[in-house]
């Protein structure tokens, strides 16, 4: 393995060893982000469309709903200015990081071993100086300059599943996340908080506001496929497989606190087309 790790941050290319590990990124910016990864050899992007969906998103509603996770500020409570209608970059942010993927990528995957896929972290940042400098005459002239696009690339050889010991160990720390909703790099801050009161043998832990309903895992998220035969069936929305039994997929909904994740939702779709 070769360990590449390459960091393009407004058009700026850095790397090994000048490109930090994706963590210390995240650590030392605030933003919406999220991280994606090649398949087949770096054929392609899984779930890129997704993905950049659920980052407009994230930063839409980290603007609304808690601006400190997306700007960088010393006030605690930071409010945008009202004239500022964020609505208007998505088609911008967009195009920047389409732009810094198209720039980095091919560097990238030009240099890693064939074993090896590529782990593709997203971060966008707001520049609070530059926001605040915006004037309705020059919006679309300053916008660009108003987020700061960060994107991280790092190698890494994908694990063999069906392996002995592959499970997961799971233990319940905290509570659910602030505007769950957004998936925003601040929350990398604290989880490294919570990740000292992880047990030695355990591989994830989980969030709960009362102890009994899991909402989701620090870095993962939590759902159940269960097997019911068919005299259990309750009227719930179960579906029929060929042998005979009943499936349905369990997780904590949007509306109780957890991120909408991407593999989350596409199993809930693949349960519901069958």
């Given at each position: 393995m070769s360990g590449s790790r390459f960091l393009f941050s407004n058009g700026t290319l850095l790397r090994t060893p000048d490109s930090p590990p994706v963590k210390v990124l995240l650590e030392?910016?605030?933003?919406?982000?999220?991280?994606?990864?090649t398949h087949n050899n770096g054929s392609y992007l899984l779930f890129w469309e997704r993905h950049m969906k659920r980052l407009s998103e994230s930063i839409l509603i980290l603007s609304k709903l808690a601006p400190k996770f997306l700007f960088r500020s010393d006030e605690s409570a930071l409010l945008l200015p009202s004239s500022v209608d964020l609505t208007k970059w998505q088609p911008t942010v967009q195009m920047l990081v389409t732009d810094s993927i198209g720039k980095v990528l091919p560097i990238a995957l030009k240099e890693k071993n064939d074993c090896e896929?590529?782990?593709?972290?997203?971060?966008?940042?707001?520049?609070?100086?530059?926001?605040?400098?915006l004037k309705t005459v020059e919006y679309e002239e300053r916008l660009s300059k108003t987020f700061d696009v960060h994107v991280h690339v790092d190698t890494y050889v994908p694990s063999s599943f069906g392996i002995r010991g592959n499970g997961a160990h799971l233990a319940m720390v905290?509570?659910?996340?602030d505007v769950a909703a957004a998936k925003y790099s601040e929350w990398v801050r604290i989880r490294k908080s919570l990740d000292k009161r992880r047990?030695?043998?355990?591989?994830?832990l989980l969030l709960s506001n009362d102890g009994d309903q899991i909402l989701e895992g620090?870095?993962?998220?939590?759902?159940?496929?269960?097997?019911?035969?068919?005299?259990?069936?309750?009227?719930e929305a179960m579906h029929k497989y060929k042998?005979?039994?009943f499936f349905e997929v369990q997780t904590a909904p949007i509306s109780d606190g957890v991120l909408p994740g991407i593999i989350r939702q596409l199993v809930i779709e693949y349960d519901l087309l069958l």
């Open positions: 030392a910016h605030p933003g919406a982000y999220t991280t994606s990864r896929e590529l782990a593709i972290t997203t971060l966008v940042s707001g520049n609070l100086e530059e926001l605040n400098a905290g509570f659910g996340r047990p030695p043998s355990v591989t994830e620090c870095v993962t998220n939590f759902f159940v496929v269960c097997r019911k035969g068919a005299d259990t069936d309750n009227g042998n005979g039994y």
